[in-house]
Nanobody, 130 residues
Framework: QVQLVESGGGSVQAGGSLRLSCAASTYTYSSNCMAWFRQAPGKEREGVAAIYPDGGNTYYADSVKGRFTISKDNAKRTVYLQMNNLKPEDTAMYYC???????????????????????WGQGTQVTVSS
């Protein structure tokens, strides 16, 4: 059973920073891509950032490029999302996702497609006030 446990959410003022963590319980961490998504009330879940198993390739949504950084610590089986210069529009529930289907089987789903991931964490709330 794969378990993803997020932490690090909170409330900050615009311009502030937060670092989210996602601890993975099994081999999935090292064998497939992991990603961060977010979902604001009334909106669809949005792919924010993703990282390949070797950490060498990453993906970022245009809305967060230059402000967010995804990274991983293999020894801790943990993926991080460093969020700087936060804006009120970054307010959302943030979810960690693992096991991107195209990495195993191919296919056209991009790293930003929520349906392409098999495992999800419970989410951590990020609130940015103006």
């Amino acid at each position: 059973q794969v378990q993803l446990v997020e932490s690090g959410g909170g409330s900050v003022q615009a311009g502030g920073s937060l670092r989210l963590s996602c601890a993975a319980s099994t081999y999935t961490y090292s064998s497939n891509c992991m990603a961060w998504f977010r979902q604001a009330p009334g909106k669809e879940r949005e792919g924010v950032a993703a990282i390949y198993p070797d950490g060498g390739n990453t993906y970022y949504a245009d809305s967060v490029k230059g402000r967010f950084t995804i990274s991983k610590d293999n020894a801790k089986r943990t993926v991080y999302l460093q969020m700087n210069n936060l804006k009120p529009e970054d307010t959302a529930m943030y979810y960690c996702a693992a096991d991107w289907v195209p990495f195993r089987y191919g296919g056209d789903w991009p790293l930003s497609e929520a349906r392409a991931y098999n495992y999800w964490g419970q989410g951590t709330q990020v609130t940015v006030s103006s």
